[in-house]
């Protein structure tokens, strides 16, 4: 079966413009993940969605990024007035179901890297 | 605050040898840990894991060690092959939070 697919795989922008990323999870699968990775550093969880719950967005930077999930299925991060700190490889994952990690793996797609000039 | 920490960016084993991967972590409550390990330009894919019951989970080659009281664990590789040439990440939750929190990673590098 088809894994986790995001696209574009690589977007680069100018400074102070919008960005949409994209994110096709397992079919199935109800939590999704956004995460990104910042040259030389680990992965750093962005927000959660799960079900129909409000989801989880923490791990959001700044009120520049925000992310939606229609119909429980394609997932959306947006970027706005993107800055040059924003460039990362930005990771979706999707899992069967949220409600214990442990026993749910992450399936990951392979990334969006962006790049803000 | 880096909850997980891998200490070593990098780590260079000869073909057959043992490959030992570190990882600390600091916050107390988190009870499961999982390795990923990732190759360039694909997403990072499961390896192993380990409850904080346990001290020791071992599948094939690749066995994850915990030791709670010095909050640390390592993943253990044995033999090591080319293809295990790639960048693990260790990775640490809390029973109820839904988020990994991950380290830096570590690029292995397995020479013939």
């Known amino acids: 079966g088809a894994g986790v697919s995001q696209s574009p795989s690589n977007k680069v922008t100018e400074k102070g413009k919008d960005v949409e990323l994209r994110c096709d999870p397992i079919?199935?699968?109800?939590?999704l993940y956004w995460y990104r990775q910042s040259l030389g550093q680990g992965l750093e969880f962005l927000i959660y969605?799960?079900?129909?719950?409000?989801?989880?967005k923490s791990g959001l930077p700044s009120d520049r990024f925000s992310a939606e999930r229609t119909g429980g299925s394609v997932s959306t991060l947006t970027i706005q007035r993107t800055q040059q700190e924003d460039s990362a490889v930005y990771l979706c994952a999707s899992s069967p179901t949220g409600s214990w990690i442990g026993y749910n793996e992450q399936f990951f797609g392979p990334g969006t890297r962006l790049t803000v000039l | 605050d880096q909850q997980v920490k891998q200490n070593s960016p990098s780590l260079s084993v000869q073909e057959g040898r043992i490959s030992i991967l570190n990882c600390d972590y600091t916050?107390?409550?988190?009870?499961?840990f999982l390795w990923y390990k990732k190759y360039p330009a694909e997403g990072p894919t499961f390896l192993i894991s380990?409850?904080?019951?346990?001290d020791k989970n071992e599948d094939g080659r690749f066995t994850v060690f915990l030791n709670k009281s010095a909050k640390h664990l390592s993943l253990h590789i044995v033999p090591s092959q080319p293809g295990d040439s790639a960048v693990y990440f260790c990775a640490a939750s809390s029973k109820g939070a839904q988020k990994l929190v991950f380290g830096q990673g570590t690029r292995l590098t397995i020479n013939p």
């Open positions: 969605f799960q079900g129909n719950s409000a989801p989880d």
């Open positions: 380990i409850s904080s019951i346990k």
């Open positions: 916050n107390s409550m988190f009870d499961y």
């Open positions: 079919s199935g699968h109800t939590a």
